[in-house]
């Protein structure tokens, strides 16, 4: 079946700048999870859905950053007035269950956001 | 807080030689882990995981890793690396509160391996 699924994969954008990055989770999975990698610093969790609520999010490194998700589905990671240290990898995963479940998270290629 | 530690940033072994790529964890309670691999300019694939029942864990590709409790370990392994073995290894944990997880996973910094021919 199909994985999950991001777009754009590669996003130029200039400072100050918003941009909307999508993640199209495996179909059935309640769980989703942003993370963010940049050169050296490893993977960073940004936030995760359960369902359609954000338990956590205390992942987000600032407020300029939002996520969204609608009918236990789709989401989207919306970064306002983008700064140049924003530029990273910005990756999306989705499990039927939580981690804490011991469940396999699967992973999107990524989104790959450039700052100018 | 829990936190994954992963020694070597760069392993670089020969063909047929043994991989060891290390990790450890920190965790109040017994955690959930995983080790997931990341081929160049793609997601990550998880390659095998914990979640307490049997200590020494196979996984896919010949990679296998053992849990140690009293180590605080879990490290990664295959008898003899090939060619196409050369990736990016992640270790991670599914912090774990009394009270159930938390949700999400948490990386180490990876271990770049590479395999000379």
């Known amino acids: 079946g199909a994985g999950v699924s991001q777009s754009p994969s590669n996003k130029v954008t200039e400072k100050g700048k918003d941009v909307e990055l999508r993640c199209d989770p495996i179909s059935g999975h309640t769980a989703l999870y942003w993370y963010r990698q940049s050169l050296g610093q490893g993977l960073e969790f940004l936030i995760y859905f359960q369902g359609n609520s954000a338990p956590d999010k205390s992942g987000l490194p600032s407020d300029r950053f939002s996520a969204e998700r609608t009918g236990g589905s789709v989401s989207t990671l919306t970064i306002q007035r983008t700064q140049q240290e924003d530029s990273a990898v910005y990756l999306c995963?989705?499990?039927?269950?939580?981690?804490?479940?011991?469940?396999?998270?699967?992973f999107g290629p990524g989104t790959r956001l450039t700052v100018t | 807080a829990q936190s994954v530690t992963q020694l070597g940033s760069h392993v670089s072994v020969s063909e047929g030689a043994l991989v060891l790529l290390r990790c450890n964890y920190s965790?109040?309670?017994?955690?959930?882990l995983f080790w997931y691999v990341q081929y160049p300019n793609q997601g990550l694939q998880l390659l095998l995981k914990?979640?307490?029942?049997?200590?020494l864990v196979k996984g896919i590709n010949g990679f296998e890793a053992e849990f140690k409790k009293s180590e605080t370990s879990f490290h990664l392994t295959k008898p003899s690396a090939h060619m196409s073995d050369a990736a990016e290894y992640f270790c991670?944990?599914?912090?774990?509160?009394?009270?159930?997880?938390?949700?999400?996973?948490?990386f180490g910094k990876g271990t770049k391996l590479s395999v000379k021919p």
């Open positions: 965790s109040s309670v017994p955690p959930y």
């Open positions: 995963a989705s499990s039927f269950r939580l981690a804490g479940a011991g469940d396999e998270q699967y």
């Open positions: 914990y979640t307490s029942a049997a200590t």
């Open positions: 991670a944990v599914s912090p774990m509160n009394y009270g159930g997880s938390q949700g999400n996973l948490i």
